[in-house]
């Protein structure tokens, strides 16, 4: 079942793909809530309705009520970006006004790399912002003194209708050394972020969004962290798809000064992982070999596939966010020890680091 369900993603996104195998199940079975539980899990159901769009218009009997109910889904999807992207404009020019430079990570930035900028099921704004936490924090605390406050970002409850993070870092990794050197990476490219703006579709806003070279560094990054953490669904792999099907990628025209970037994966202890994501990029988008940044790496590559479709989107279905946090923090750990031979710098420190983590936040509350 699994094979023809990610047989479907590759369908609803490639228009050479012919009718995947998972119609003549289909047809058998009439379980058309299995393939849109799939899609739910996956946070894909927009992307979905475009393939069973396709279906219809290649004659394949779609039940009408499957059609409704799919199609209510992407309408609410698509307004949902619409105020996502007028969020996103609004929140980047208040904190401008403020004096903070800043850029939108992911999210919108992302929708925009799509073919139709309006199907990505949208999570919250993520907006990292100069200044540094401690001035950042300050400037929030004063009109939300309840705030929760993480390593890498504060909540900033600005909205009714849509949950704002400020993030004085990217993200992070689990491994100081490494992390270490990613946060002055990250240092050194921000202010080319701040000053790099997009427009977004049908006038919705005017954005700052991280450059295509800088995405391909940190959206790995927070792919492999999210891996660690409770794990990561297709949608961040769609995402990170998209961003290599830029003509960059298959121009190899990606270098950070005088160093290219698999070298730049490398020092940042992210080359590992990044042949992993190689091998699912090829295995379910069909991501073409011109545009590889590194070689697939098919052993890893098969255990984040696993893991994938085990945990769906962010993890949610893997069965760890049902315990309390005792439980869940042992459950982690017994997790994270499967991937010691394939990441052993990350698996061995993520432990540690959640524990830094928790008294850190104890002791900054």
Same mark, same amino acid.
């Given at each position: 079942?699994? #094979?023809?369900?990610?047989?479907?993603?590759?369908?609803? !996104?490639? @228009?050479? %793909?012919?009718? &995947?195998?998972?119609?003549?199940?289909?047809?058998?079975?009439?379980?058309?809530?299995?393939?849109?539980?799939?899609?739910?899990?996956?946070?894909?159901?927009?992307?979905?309705?475009?393939?069973?769009?396709?279906?219809?218009?290649?004659?394949? %009997?779609?039940? #009408?009520?499957?059609?409704?109910?799919?199609?209510?889904?992407?309408?609410?999807?698509?307004?949902?970006?619409? *105020?996502?992207?007028?969020?996103?404009?609004?929140?980047?020019?208040?904190?401008?006004?403020?004096?903070?430079?800043?850029?939108?990570?992911?999210?919108?930035?992302? /929708?925009?790399?799509?073919?139709? &900028?309006?199907?990505?099921?949208?999570?919250?704004?993520? !907006?990292?912002?100069?200044?540094?936490?401690?001035?950042?924090?300050?400037?929030?605390? $004063?009109?939300? &003194?309840?705030?929760?406050?993480?390593?890498?970002?504060?909540?900033?409850?600005?909205?009714?209708?849509?949950?704002?993070?400020?993030? =004085?870092?990217?993200?992070?990794?689990?491994?100081?050394?490494?992390?270490?050197?990613?946060?002055?990476?990250?240092?050194? %490219?921000?202010?080319?972020?701040? /000053?790099?703006?997009?427009?977004?579709? +049908?006038?919705?806003?005017? !954005?700052?969004?991280?450059?295509? @070279?800088?995405?391909? *560094?940190?959206?790995?990054?927070? !792919?492999?962290?999210? =891996?660690? +953490?409770?794990?990561?669904?297709?949608?961040?792999?769609?995402?990170?798809?998209?961003?290599?099907?830029?003509?960059?990628?298959?121009?190899?025209?990606?270098?950070?000064?005088?160093?290219?970037?698999? +070298?730049?994966? $490398?020092?940042?202890?992210?080359? $590992?992982?990044?042949?992993?994501?190689?091998? *699912?990029?090829?295995?379910?988008?069909?991501?073409? +070999?011109?545009?590889?940044?590194?070689?697939?790496? @098919?052993?890893?590559?098969?255990?984040?596939?696993?893991?994938?479709?085990?945990?769906?989107?962010?993890?949610?279905?893997?069965?760890?966010?049902?315990?309390?946090?005792?439980?869940?923090?042992?459950?982690?750990? $017994?997790?994270?020890?499967?991937?010691?031979?394939?990441? &052993?710098?990350?698996?061995?420190?993520?432990?540690?680091?959640?524990?830094?983590?928790?008294?850190?936040?104890?002791?900054?509350?």
């Amino acid at each position: 079942m699994m #094979r023809f369900n990610t047989d479907f993603v590759r369908y609803c !996104i490639d @228009e050479k %793909e012919h009718i &995947p195998a998972i119609t003549d199940w289909l047809r058998r079975t009439k379980d058309w809530n299995a393939l849109f539980s799939f899609m739910t899990e996956q946070a894909l159901l927009g992307v979905g309705f475009r393939g069973i769009e396709r279906m219809k218009s290649e004659g394949m %009997e779609v039940p #009408r009520e499957v059609v409704l109910k799919w199609f209510a889904v992407s309408e609410q999807i698509r307004q949902r970006n619409v *105020v996502m992207y007028q969020r996103s404009a609004q929140v980047s020019e208040q904190f401008l006004k403020e004096g903070f430079r800043n850029c939108i990570l992911k999210g919108q930035g992302n /929708a925009l790399m799509y073919p139709d &900028p309006y199907v990505r099921m949208s999570g919250d704004i993520d !907006i990292w912002i100069s200044g540094g936490r401690e001035k950042v924090f300050s400037f929030v605390r $004063k009109s939300y &003194p309840n705030t929760m406050l993480r390593y890498h970002h504060v909540e900033y409850p600005i909205y009714n209708d849509v949950s704002v993070e400020v993030h =004085f870092m990217p993200f992070f990794m689990n491994n100081p050394f490494y992390n270490h050197r990613l946060q002055k990476w990250f240092h050194c %490219e921000e202010n080319h972020q701040y /000053a790099h703006y997009v427009e977004t579709p +049908d006038d919705l806003g005017h !954005i700052p969004v991280p450059t295509v @070279e800088f995405n391909l *560094v940190y959206q790995l990054a927070h !792919i492999m962290h999210h =891996f660690f +953490d409770e794990g990561i669904g297709l949608r961040q792999l769609m995402d990170y798809f998209y961003l290599m099907k830029n003509e960059k990628c298959r121009m190899k025209n990606l270098q950070f000064g005088e160093t290219n970037l698999p +070298d730049v994966l $490398k020092h940042l202890g992210l080359r $590992k992982f990044a042949g992993a994501v190689m091998y *699912v990029l090829q295995e379910v988008f069909g991501l073409e +070999d011109e545009y590889l940044i590194v070689p697939v790496d @098919e052993w890893r590559g098969k255990t984040l596939l696993e893991e994938i479709l085990r945990g769906g989107n962010f993890g949610h279905y893997s069965g760890l966010t049902e315990h309390g946090a005792a439980t869940k923090y042992f459950l982690k750990i $017994k997790r994270n020890m499967r991937f010691v031979r394939q990441y &052993p710098a990350e698996a061995l420190c993520e432990p540690l680091f959640r524990t830094w983590h928790f008294f850190w936040r104890l002791s900054h509350s």
